[in-house]
């Protein structure tokens, strides 16, 4: 049952081949058991997870069951939910119990998803190996001496680890797809303003996302499906209609125009890597799409302009942990001022008051039009760029990340050489554009991914070639060795 | 460019974050870098270019009517806070 697709076990509860309750109890089992060796949890939500399954067990008998009804999914811990505490793997939030659930949380209960726990992140999503989280490192599954990318990389190493069959997650900068290259699995990220930010601890609010990760295109399309549409309570969610992710998925790829990003080809990519992403361009080619070099001469500023929008938005978001309301405070404040700092300066771990200390310098008087405007100009440039691509082309391809998963440990102690992990999915964000990485092949062992963007609301088109591509390839299928 | 010590605690104080003397040098260090990494932006011709203030064209904040929607739960949000007194949230004295 482990190994099972989210449209297998739909079918397989809905045959009775096993219970929601079996189903729950198998993989909570697998979780017990591997939490020692990956971490990948934050919260394991037993008991509530089988009271669910029961309930899902009684629905399925009923014969009036929602569409998702006994499968099994864990959240990030960034989503609110008020059956458990909502960390985002912050000593911040250690103990915070949300009095709300998150939009997507209450979508996916709404749809019978049953929830098994909430997984490890980097400290309020700010970082690319997970190794930023207050609850410790999360291990990758391929190779557990490395980091299984970030910030969603419990997300991304639970559904490589045939954990669960599909997690939510969130990306700012590439904390869906990063990880999910990584881990060899599939991760999308929604266009800004399809699937609602509410109850999502906020980083960056111009530029935040919550999508899925899974093992299947298709799976991720099932899901995004009882994630997505307009919510009144997210002043940024677009009010536009959801189309059925799943009914486009197998239109074929004749003709489809696909834009090889030249930049990302040019800059810092492993040959190895590289190899992998023009044999899986080759698959889609012999599907009937033609290929193309396109150039986003701006896409080379991705990374600077996200390091200051980003921390710039992170410092004004993060100004409410003010240890008053909720969260962290420290022992025996001398005053007040006394209290904000040492409450913030202990909630908070090493890369987020970096984040917010960096925010605050490109911020503060005297320096904003030199950076922070500067940066929301370039990224207008940035975003033409795409803008003009896709008036020739239907997709962008290009790598997910510029090597495999590193060394946990490797890239600690420079901040820089960490933000460049995310020079191939940050301008994604930074145009609002949904993107997909898919597993595309192995260097020595451990998993590449492949990384299709597409335009403003094309997520049916990116989920459709990557179901096309997936149908032809075994990437996906592909489990680490201990987890089978 | 390189950030002072100075800097360093103007920062700190303007985001209210204690910082320990450990920390200090290597927020120095790490912020000098991500400086000089985000100051290639300087390179980039903007002359005319519009800021972008939202991801997707022609979107605008959506504002809603100004109505009471929401009950008053207090009791439930204070679940969470460190100090509460009689509904109230206890902070140390501001005004002696």
Not at chain 1, 5 to 12: D, E, K, M, P, S
Not at chain 1, 162 to 178: C, E, F, H, K
Not at chain 1, 276 to 283: A, D, H, K, N, Q
Not at chain 1, 423 to 450: E, M, W
Request: glycine residues 8%; contains cysteine; hydrophobic residues 40%.
């Amino acid at each position: 049952m482990h190994s099972e697709t989210v449209a297998g076990l739909i079918a397989g509860l809905r045959a009775r081949k096993y219970s929601a309750t079996e189903l729950a109890q198998g993989l909570l089992e697998r979780i017990q058991r591997a939490q020692p060796e990956l971490n990948a949890f934050i919260s394991i939500e037993a008991e509530a997870a089988l009271a669910a399954a029961a309930a899902a067990d009684r629905a399925l008998a009923s014969g009036s069951a929602p569409p998702l009804t006994g499968v099994p999914i864990a959240h990030k811990d960034i989503f609110c939910a008020t059956d458990s505490r909502t960390t985002c793997g912050s000593k911040m939030l250690a103990n915070f119990i949300s009095p709300y659930d998150a939009t997507v949380v209450a979508r996916l209960r709404a749809a019978g998803a049953v929830v098994l726990g909430k997984t490890n992140m980097d400290e309020f999503a700010m970082g690319s190996s997970n190794e930023t989280s207050y609850f410790g490192p999360v291990r990758n599954p391929w190779d557990r001496t490395r980091v299984p990318g970030g910030s969603s990389g419990g997300s991304a190493a639970a559904v490589a680890a045939r954990l669960v069959p599909a997690a939510t997650a969130t990306d700012t900068g590439g904390s869906i797809r990063q990880p999910a290259a990584l881990c060899g699995v599939t991760g999308i990220k929604p266009t800004y303003g399809r699937v609602s930010r509410y109850g999502i601890v906020a980083f960056a609010s111009s530029l935040d996302q919550a999508g899925i990760i899974a093992r299947t295109a298709e799976d991720a399309a099932i899901l995004l499906r009882s994630m997505a549409g307009f919510d009144e309570r997210d002043s940024t969610s677009v009010d536009a209609a959801v189309p059925d992710y799943v009914a486009g998925l197998e239109r074929p790829l004749n003709g489809l125009r696909i834009g090889l990003l030249k930049e990302f080809f040019d800059q810092g990519l492993d040959p190895a890597v590289e190899a992998c992403l023009r044999s899986g361009l080759e698959v889609l080619r012999n599907q009937g799409a033609t290929l193309r070099e396109v150039s986003l001469p701006n896409l080379p500023l991705s990374v600077p302009t996200y390091y200051v929008v980003a921390p710039a938005e992170c410092s004004s978001n993060l100004a409410r942990f003010d240890g008053v309301r909720f969260g962290h405070r420290c022992e025996d404040p001398r005053d007040l001022k006394d209290l904000y700092e040492r409450s913030r300066g202990e909630g908070f771990g090493a890369e987020v008051k970096r984040r917010i200390m960096t925010g605050t310098y490109v911020l503060s008087a005297g320096y904003y039009d030199a950076y922070y405007l500067k940066a929301q100009r370039v990224r207008q440039l940035i975003a033409s760029d795409f803008a003009r691509a896709f008036g020739e082309v239907d997709v962008l391809i290009g790598p997910t990340t510029p090597t495999t998963a590193f060394e946990i440990g490797a890239k600690m102690n420079d901040p820089v050489t960490m933000y460049l992990n995310d020079i191939y999915t940050i301008g994604a964000n930074l145009a609002g554009l949904p993107a997909i990485s898919i597993p595309c092949g192995f260097v020595t062992g451990l998993p590449v991914g492949l990384q299709i963007v597409g335009a403003h609301f094309a997520e049916e088109r990116i989920l459709n070639v990557a179901h096309r591509y997936q149908r032809e390839t075994d990437w996906h299928e592909r489990a680490p060795e201990a987890y089978r | 460019m390189s950030l002072s010590r100075r800097d360093i605690d103007n920062i700190a104080h303007l985001a209210r974050l204690a910082l320990s003397e450990a920390e200090i040098p290597v927020y120095i260090d790490s912020l000098s870098r991500i400086i000089g990494l985000v100051g290639e932006l300087d390179n980039a011709a903007t002359a005319g270019v519009e800021p972008m203030s939202h991801p997707l064209a022609g979107q605008k904040q959506r504002l809603r009517a100004d109505s009471v929607a929401d009950s008053d739960q207090h009791e439930l949000y204070q679940r969470n806070a460190p100090q509460v007194m009689a509904g109230l949230y206890l902070v140390p004295k501001v005004i002696e």
